[in-house]
């Protein structure tokens, strides 16, 4: 199984929906995060969460919202969804024990808007 | 502001070639910079890293050198594989305070047999 795992992997929503994507891990790291990628661009930095009741915006949170449910689980909510929001979205997990610069991946979850 | 710039992809080349990445970066201070791999359908692996200036991230054949007279931070790898195919990012990090990495905008690597 994997340590971070993302649901649902692909997603196509219409305009003006409101849209979860999950996150879980199960590596026991406080620290979680969430990007998202577009091509020519690389990844941004939405939302990040350095324990349950530590939520800090990233560099476009706008749009967004996240809930840190427990230390294994971060959630990225998209109110009402918008086309310039298609993109591949990417939870990540550190631990500053040993190292925060680096981060464990999941697979990633593509989400559409139509 | 702290930024990465990376070369524009993408990058072909048949099996056995040698490989540069170009990276450079701008920060304030004293950056960490690391090397990101993406295989396909998968999320970003860390590659290599380096913490201070002169230092040589390795692992897996790749290589890459920490020059501060420069601001680069250049991925090499001596004799590619069909393997090695992926999208490289580069990153950096700040020291002091929490961590927030800051990546490239991705090179895609296609390696032909």
């Known amino acids: 199984d994997a340590d971070v795992t993302q649901t649902p992997r692909n997603r196509i929503t219409k305009t003006g929906k409101r849209i979860m994507l999950e996150c879980s891990q199960t590596k026991g790291h406080d620290r979680m995060y969430w990007y998202r990628q577009d091509p020519g661009l690389g990844l941004r930095l939405i939302y990040y969460s350095f324990d349950v009741k530590d939520i800090n915006k990233g560099e476009i949170s706008d749009g967004y919202s996240v809930s840190r449910q427990a230390q294994a689980k971060f959630s990225l909510s998209l109110e009402s969804a918008i086309p310039n929001q298609t993109a591949l979205y990417f939870c990540?997990?550190?631990?500053?024990?040993?190292?925060?610069?680096?981060?464990?991946f999941g697979s990633g979850t593509q989400l559409s808007v139509l | 502001g702290n930024s990465v710039t990376q070369m524009e992809g993408p990058v072909t080349l048949s099996e056995e070639a040698f490989l540069t990445i170009n990276c450079t970066y701008t920060?304030?201070?004293?950056?960490?910079l690391f090397w990101y791999v993406q295989y396909p359908g998968e999320g970003l692996q860390l590659l290599l890293k380096a913490t201070k200036a002169d230092d040589k991230g390795s692992n897996k054949g790749f290589e890459a050198t920490y020059r501060k007279e420069t601001t680069s931070f250049h991925l090499e790898k001596g004799s590619v594989q069909v393997s090695d195919s992926a999208v490289y990012f580069c990153?950096?990090?700040?020291?002091?305070?929490?961590?927030?990495?800051?990546f490239g905008a991705g090179t895609r690597l296609a390696v032909h047999p």
């Open positions: 920060a304030t201070g004293y950056p960490s």
């Open positions: 990153a950096l990090t700040l020291s002091g305070g929490y961590n927030k990495l800051i």
């Open positions: 990540a997990t550190s631990d500053p024990g040993t190292g925060s610069e680096k981060l464990f």
